[in-house]
């Protein structure tokens, strides 16, 4: 009887499936008090996975919910359960103690109870003590199925398991490795979410069995950047935020994340992920300027960009010095979403690009074998960006070209361009806007080459046929182009 009882319960939860962890509930947009029952109620009503919260014992051995040592001026550890009583929150509700938070999160059955164990400022023996009335509590109202735990003090967490051996417990303080908490048979890790900015960190807590959470991230670009890494859960105060970014994520319509470079190192780009083309004449477009070759003063890694800057410098009878970054034989790919996330140089006489052409060209010479223009910029139009098309029959030399302007301001904020590649299509995207779709006509490789891999090409020109139509200004230099990221996902 009662294995069919547990099992028949067990079938009644419905846990929401997603990434989103309210931090001390949702309390920020509503002005709700932190760690409050109503920011828990409200973190329900969003949806949430997971609803985190503090917990503190007072002098009298009373567990309450705050996430400070103090509660309206009153030192939780040092004060008797009673005296909490005389403060209020912003809203009216006394301090909650555990067991009833638990009873309120537990009036409902899709939002985890993502309980943290505050470490103790007395002792580490009374934070144990605190640990063990913790489990006890929770096996107490009969709240296990809803609860998981984390915790700043590595020791805690092992105490929970010694209690609750299947209990999912993540750690916080980020200095254990992925694989000592695997050993110590915690089930995920849960770190401050820059962390997991060295390479390969997710991916090594992932193959070991460990989920991922971060915390706590409240703008959009690092929730972006953690949904594009596939991390398991986000930690916020902005748990509406993360859900319109969690729509908006490629990984929402089936994309996966195969290659990128996200530029955390300092100094020049990775050369396991670029090349560079080298050198000066024109590059076929009557360009001024030459293209370096790892030369820090053209390309450098710097506070999470690259910065492709051109200058104004003599080299081989060249007066302008510049980069064009390349991922030839460093990632190739075929069909495929690709953003790049930027900030353009301002100039007349500026051309910068984000691009991509065939490795090997196997229908011959540009422009034969394609070319795919994912965005180019030529400065005297200043509030224009471009996506273009090149092909046998659609290129600028016979004037068929197959593309389309976008009215922006690339210059004062960061634009995300990217293009979908498909087998019948290739289309354009600003900020997630679509304007343009270039159709596989199904007339052969003179109409369709993109049937091959693609690498990717990042530079900024100087002149040049179309970037110095209108001359170049010279006040304008030294001129950067800074990337963010840059992401390829397949399907």
């Known amino acids: 009887m009662v294995l069919v009882f547990t099992t028949s319960f067990a079938q009644k939860f419905n846990w929401n499936k997603n990434q989103v962890i309210a931090h001390r509930g949702a309390w920020k947009k509503n002005n709700f008090p932190q ?62 103690t555990l067991e009833d938070y ?29 640990t063990n009335k913790c489990v006890e509590m929770v096996k107490k109202v009969g709240a296990v199925a809803w609860t998981e735990y984390i915790s700043f003090d590595y020791d805690y967490c092992k105490r929970i398991l010694e209690l609750v051996p299947n209990a999912k417990v993540a750690y916080l303080k980020g200095d254990v490795s992925a694989a000592q908490m695997k050993a110590d048979r915690l ?45 398991d859960y986000i930690t916020t105060n902005e748990p509406e935020l993360t859900f319109e970014e969690l729509k908006k994520t490629p990984s929402a319509l089936g994309w996966k994340l195969k290659w990128a470079d996200e530029f955390y190192e300092t100094g020049l780009p990775l050369s396991k992920n670029w090349s560079y083309d080298v050198g000066g004449k024109g590059w076929g477009n009557n360009e001024l300027q030459y293209y370096t070759e790892a030369d820090s003063a053209n390309a450098q890694v710097k506070k999470g960009n690259l ?20 991922s030839k034989n460093k990632f190739d790919f075929k069909y495929g979403r690709v953003e790049v996330r930027v900030m353009l140089p301002k100039g007349r006489g500026l051309w910068p690009a984000i691009w991509a052409l065939p490795t090997e060209g196997k229908y011959g010479g540009w422009p034969k074998s394609g070319e795919i223009d994912i965005m180019e910029h030529v400065g005297y139009q200043p509030d224009s960006v471009y996506g273009t098309v090149h092909t046998e029959k659609f290129n600028h030399t016979i004037h068929t070209q197959v593309g389309k302007g976008v009215k922006i301001n690339p210059y ?44 990717l090409i990042l530079n900024v020109a100087v002149g040049g046929g179309w970037g110095g139509k209108m001359g170049v200004d010279e006040s304008i230099f030294p001129a950067t182009m800074k990337v963010d990221y840059v992401r390829v996902y397949q399907k």
């Not at 089930?187 to 962390?195: E, H, K, P, R």
């Not at 904020?413 to 293009?419: F, R, S």
């Open 307 to 326: 910065n492709i800057t051109a200058v104004k410098a003599d080299k081989e009878g060249n007066h302008y010095t510049s980069a064009r970054l390349v």
């Open 412 to 455: 004062d904020a960061y634009h995300v361009y990217a293009i979908e590649w498909y087998k019948d299509s290739i289309d354009f995207f600003v900020d997630e806007q679509k304007y343009l779709s270039f159709k596989n006509t199904g007339k052969g490789t003179p109409e369709w080459p993109f049937d091959q891999n693609f690498h």
């Open 187 to 231: 089930t995920g890790v849960d770190y401050y979410y820059s962390i997991y900015q060295k390479e390969g960190w997710i991916e090594n807590a992932h193959q070991l069995g460990l989920t991922v959470n971060a915390w706590t991230v409240n703008t959009a670009p690092e929730i972006q950047w953690l949904l594009a890494h596939q991390v």
């Open 35 to 96: 760690n409050s029952i109503a920011s828990l109620n409200e973190a329900i009503k969003l949806g949430c996975y997971g609803s985190e919260f503090d917990v503190w014992m007072t002098a009298d051995n009373i567990l309450v919910i705050n996430h400070d040592p103090e509660f309206q001026g009153l030192t939780i550890e040092k004060v008797k359960y009673e005296e909490l009583l005389t403060k209020t929150m912003s809203n009216g509700e006394k301090i909650p």
């Open 102 to 130: 638990l009873k309120a999160g537990m009036k409902q059955r899709s939002t985890k109870l993502i309980l943290e164990i505050k470490p103790s400022l007395i002792s580490k023996e009374r934070g144990i003590d605190v």
